[in-house]
């Protein structure tokens, strides 16, 4: 998996006013958590922050904090209802000895029978939570749909990869292939024919 590394700047707990003038500054409150780790608290640049949430990528992130590494994932952040700023973050800490518990993005590969029949592909979920070791964690989760037929679900529970362990619920839906007008019209068709 992709590593990424930012700079954090330790930070003390303080009160409203303080909290203000970091963000004014372009800066995030940030705490991390987890292994062998107490509360940590820092702060790291907006535009830092957006390497990690802009993107459908998922990273292990070294932090930099007055020069001490941390190694860890993003966990969560709070955004401003109506700015969509982001307000406050969690980062989990990690180790190379503990399975890391990450969602990871999915890829469809393939061109699945139902959409030829003229189904229509839908999309439900575009990461999966898995739990590996560092060093076996992928970049990305590669999902077959080929055989997926019209009417057909692709569930967590289908799919298995080596070395890493699915955490997110069996029935959680991937994706599937939905009955189109012209799907069910290009059905009854063939039934039709099939009649004759």
């Known amino acids: 998996m992709e590593t990424l590394v930012i700079k954090g700047n330790a930070r003390t707990i303080g009160n409203k006013q303080t909290i203000k003038t970091l963000r004014r500054n372009g800066e995030v409150p940030c705490v991390m958590y987890g292994h062998n780790l107490n509360n940590l608290v820092f702060s790291i640049n907006e535009k ?15 932090m930099d904090i007055e020069g001490k590494e941390y190694t860890c994932v993003f966990h969560s952040a709070q955004y401003h209802p109506v700015t969509d700023e982001a307000l406050h973050v969690d980062f989990l800490s990690v180790s190379s000895e503990r399975p890391v518990v990450i969602d990871i993005p999915i890829v469809l590969t393939g061109n699945s029978e139902g959409v030829k029949q003229g189904g229509k592909l839908m999309v439900s979920s575009r990461k999966l939570k898995v739990s590996a070791p560092i060093e076996n964690l992928p970049d990305e989760l590669t999902v077959d749909i080929t055989n997926l037929q019209l009417g057909k679900t692709i569930v967590a529970g289908d799919l298995s990869f080596d070395g890493v362990q699915i955490v997110s619920p069996k029935s959680t839906i991937i994706c599937a292939v939905k009955m189109t007008r012209a799907a069910l019209g290009a059905a009854a068709a063939a039934a039709a024919a099939a009649k004759k």
């Open 48 to 62: 830092d922050l957006k390497k990690i949430t802009h993107t459908p990528k998922s990273y292990i992130i070294k």
